[in-house]
């Protein structure tokens, strides 16, 4: 155990008293001018002596400060402790949070992209890796147990995850599996939690504090409106109540309603130009980016996931100013955002859940109420609900018509739109005044949760049996968990992964059923299909083109890589509206087409050839079946046509997802750096890693530069970070840090530009003169400009190669000095005679202003000596 610091607020050495850890506590907060509540006052004094604390108390009333006791305490008396959290962003946030106040080589975090520092006294991880540490019976207190009976102290934040449908079984377990443990579990919207503190005292033998229904330091304010949302934001704004977030359940949504509300002055001459101030220096993009910085300008922000982290993180920065006066965005709000909120206001009181169109639970209703008010900003807090459309439209008549009855009487009343679900007033009564729902156990047996198990010392059958069976699940005659349990033991048994030894032929305690087989270490956890795609390697052909090979191993990572659903629907849908117009002119009938039509879908390279290979591999490896195997060509088809981001972007209409699609690039970026062994790891491969990470930076550099920055970190601290290196960690992806200029990347520059010349002669071979016009008219080369150019090549050739010897490096020329350099592609035409050439300019300049390549064409013919 590291002994820390004395140079740190809460260096605590093993040993400290209660008291004095109190007092530490107590020291802590006054440096920093804080002044406890009692709440956090009494949760403080329980977790030094020793109890489980449910700290149940509204948002902005100091749960972090709470949580900060914990691990002080934890360290005080020698034991570990667990800081756990729903999402990656909000674990790495609170690393460098806690490194600061506690030392650097005292905390540690693992997240399944890095491990650093994993030995920490301090951990930060996501739930699921706790729980699978807790499967793997890895907390033992002596290296030889085979209990996870070590002291250790568990916070578990935004624990009402807990009822989630998909990772609930991640916040379950280590309560189940921990006897040892002392938990904290925070959250605003818990509800009834007599069950599991119950169940908790009886697993543990600890005492524990339930800390609710604790006065809200900024209380809140509801209101019904039946007035046009446009005419509340106006009053809101009048009446100094903002900012305003205004919540949808859509992406769609949010960003229509913020152009609509640039019809009203949302913001003063004054506020817009300091707007502009702060902006100076942000870079936007085309598309959405464009959008934003016009809305942003006005005082209007736009917030939701499938924006650019580092769009969000303006917007965040913004209203943190006092610059927004006003944010659109969607129902999330981001899980641990720093976000000052005055006004809450909700369109609507009905979201799709995935499944179908339901009203919110109180839980949800709440847990974004509990964003407006901010703690020493604002004295109160407001929640305005909208009435639907529908009812809003009928109130206004009705207010038209007065008292005058025949007026009323001709009314003609509108109704709820089809199948949408309706909300009333009472709706809203019931929601504001209901407690959150008791949290409901969604614990779930899956092949991951079978095999920790079985990796686990001693006896696994007597282990998963005790916790299919005693947990927090309602008892059923026929235990559904079991059933499950057994089927994939099975599959696991024909795999030959597991052995089953008759007990009369075992030893007294020794197990009956055994892990016979290897099993990647985190394989559940971070990429799930990486062993699949390392055998996929070994199926490509080693003796094909090196660019070919090159495009193919990167359909083998993103065939492994799930996602972006946006892109291939559009890419399935253009396949689609190309196939119609094929058979159209093949004099198809209708039926025939739509028939025919079931059958295209969105590019799959090597979708045969990785098929054949999944299902022997699935039945070898039966915890695979619960992933799905995704042939795809999203980075491909960027590689093979030169497309920068903003061009995918803008050629599949997904401007709203440009933040979905950025983290998939991402992830098919960091699977080709941590996956793909060196055997395979050819220059061309290398070209095209460095230019898709290149591609990555120069969008959002925090996708990168933060687990770059971490995963150097962790190679180059075997004995834990020194404060030095976190700091220079945190400053690498902090928001005043821009990426290095694009041209800085001599050899990405390289890649793109081979990719831009030969997106050209693709689109020259099919004769796309359309598409050669709209990406470059604004140089002067618009369609028929490059009709005219081409004209003489088809009068001497009837061919113009696009195959991997067109593709040839050789045939492609690029300067290696100056800001603007000429960039020459070799036609490949049937004679072999090689005399076109396409000319174009890179001009470096524009390019780091762009972020991306910018190129321009200067000609196109035959070559002159």
């Known amino acids: 155990m590291t002994v820390l610091s004395p140079a740190h607020p809460l260096a605590l050495p093993p040993g400290t008293s209660p008291e004095a850890t109190y007092e530490a506590f107590e020291a802590y907060a006054a440096a920093r001018g804080l002044t406890p509540y009692p709440h956090q006052e009494e949760a403080a004094l329980a977790i030094v002596a020793g109890e489980h604390v449910v700290l149940a108390t509204p948002t902005g009333s100091g749960k972090s400060l709470v949580a900060v006791v914990a691990h002080a305490a934890a360290l005080a008396r020698g034991a570990r402790t667990y800081y756990t959290a729903p999402v990656k962003a909000l674990v790495s946030e609170k690393f460098f949070d806690l490194a600061a106040a506690f030392g650097a080589a005292n905390v540690g975090m693992i997240t399944g992209d890095v491990a650093i520092n994993p030995d920490a006294p301090i951990l930060c991880c996501t739930a699921e890796i706790l729980a699978a540490q807790t499967l793997r019976g890895q907390l033992g207190a002596t290296p030889s147990s085979t209990e996870n009976d070590a002291d250790l102290v568990v916070v578990a934040d935004e624990f009402h995850f807990y009822a989630d449908p998909q990772r609930g079984s991640a916040w379950q377990i280590p ?18 939690m007599t069950d599991i503190v119950a169940d908790l005292t009886r697993r543990t033998g600890r005492g524990a504090q339930v800390i609710a229904h604790t006065e809200r330091p900024v209380p809140l304010t509801f209101r019904y409106s039946l007035e046009p949302l446009t005419e509340v934001i106006e009053e809101l704004l009048g009446t100094r109540r903002d900012p305003v977030y205004v919540v949808h359940f859509t992406q769609a949504a949010a960003l229509e309603r913020a152009q609509a509300l640039t019809s009203i002055q949302v913001t003063t001459k004054e506020q817009r130009a300091a707007i502009a101030q702060a902006l100076a220096g942000e870079r936007f993009a085309g598309g959405f980016g464009s959008t934003l910085s016009r809305l942003l300008r006005l005082g209007i922000g736009v917030h939701h996931a499938g924006m650019l982290p580092r769009y969000r993180r303006l917007v965040e920065r913004l209203v943190q100013a006092g610059h927004l006066r006003v944010v659109c965005g969607t129902d999330t709000l981001g899980v641990g955002v720093n976000m000052p909120i005055r006004t809450v206001v909700f369109t609507g009181l009905t979201k799709f859940d995935g499944v179908r169109q339901r009203h919110l639970t109180a839980r949800e209703f709440h847990q974004i109420s509990g964003r407006a008010g901010r703690a020493g900003f604002d004295t109160v807090g407001d929640v305005v609900v909208q009435a639907p459309d529908h009812v809003i439209e009928n109130a206004r008549a009705l207010a038209k018509a007065g008292d005058d009855e025949r007026k009323r009487r001709k009314i003609v009343r509108k109704k709820a739109p089809e199948g949408q679900v309706n909300w009333t007033d009472k709706t809203f009564e019931r929601l504001r005044d209901a407690e959150p729902e008791p949290l ?24 998963a049996w005790r916790l299919l069976t005693d947990n927090h699940e309602p008892h059923r005659a026929a235990n559904p968990l079991v059933r499950r349990a057994v089927g994939i033991y099975r599959s696991l048994h024909t795999a030959g992964l597991v052995a089953h030894t008759p007990r009369s032929r075992v030893a007294p305690g020794e197990p009956t059923v055994r892990l016979v087989a290897e099993v990647p270490d985190e394989f559940a956890l971070n990429s799930p299909l990486s062993p699949f795609a390392l055998a996929a390697l070994d199926l490509l052909d080693p003796d094909a083109e090196p660019f070919a090979r090159a495009l193919d191993v990167v359909s083998v990572v993103e065939a492994t890589t799930p996602g972006p659903r946006p892109v291939l629907m559009a ?10 117009a094929a058979m159209k002119s093949e004099g198809l009938e209708y039926e025939e087409r739509m028939e025919l039509l079931e059958d295209v879908t969105y590019p799959q390279p090597l979708a045969e050839l990785l098929g054949a290979a999944w299902t022997p591999y699935v039945r070898a490896n039966p915890w695979a079946a619960e992933q799905e195997l995704e042939p795809k060509s999203v980075v491909r088809e960027m590689v093979e046509t030169g497309m920068t981001f903003s061009e995918l972007v803008s050629r599949y209409g997904v401007q709203r997802s440009e933040g979905v699609v950025l983290r998939y690039l991402t992830d098919v ?19 095209v890693v460095t230019w898709l990470g290149e591609v990555v930076r120069q969008v959002d550099s925090s996708l ?13 601290a075997a004995d834990g970070l020194t ?33 831009a010349a030969f997106r050209r002669v693709e689109l020259l071979a099919r004769e796309d003169y359309a598409a050669l016009g709209a990406l470059d008219g604004a140089a002067g080369w618009d369609a028929q400009r490059w009709r005219d150019q081409l004209e003489p090549y088809w ?43 396409l000319v174009l300019e890179v001009d470096l300049d524009a390019s780091d202003a762009a972020g991306e390549l910018v190129v321009r064409p200067v000609s196109l013919g035959p070559w002159q000596a």
């Open 723 to 755: 404060d030095e290196e976190v700091e220079r960690a945190e400053r690498r992806f902090g928001d005043s840090e821009t990426p290095p200029p694009f041209s800085a990347n001599e050899r990405a520059v390289r890649v793109a530009a081979r990719g």
């Open 571 to 580: 890419q399935q849908h253009a396949a689609r509206g190309e196939a119609v």
């Open 669 to 687: 970026y960091r699977s080709l750096r941590q996956v793909v062994p060196e055997a395979w790891r050819t220059s061309e491969v290398d070209d």
């Open 440 to 463: 409901t156990s969604q614990l779930a047996v899956t092949h991951a949760m079978v095999l920790g198990v079985l990796e686990r010392p001693g006896d696994p059958v007597a282990r």
């Open 175 to 192: 309560l189940l599996d921990l006897p040892g443990a002392q938990f904290v579990l925070l959250s605003a919207t818990l509800g009834e």
């Open 795 to 837: 009068a001497e050739y009837d061919h113009l190669a696009t195959d991997g010897a067109a593709r040839s490096a050789a045939l492609v020329l690029l300067e290696d000095s100056g800001r603007v350099r000429r960039l020459e592609q070799i036609l490949d035409d049937p004679s072999g005679d090689r005399d076109w050439r």
């Open 704 to 716: 990168l530069d933060e687990w770059e920055a971490l995963a150097g970190a962790s190679a180059d």
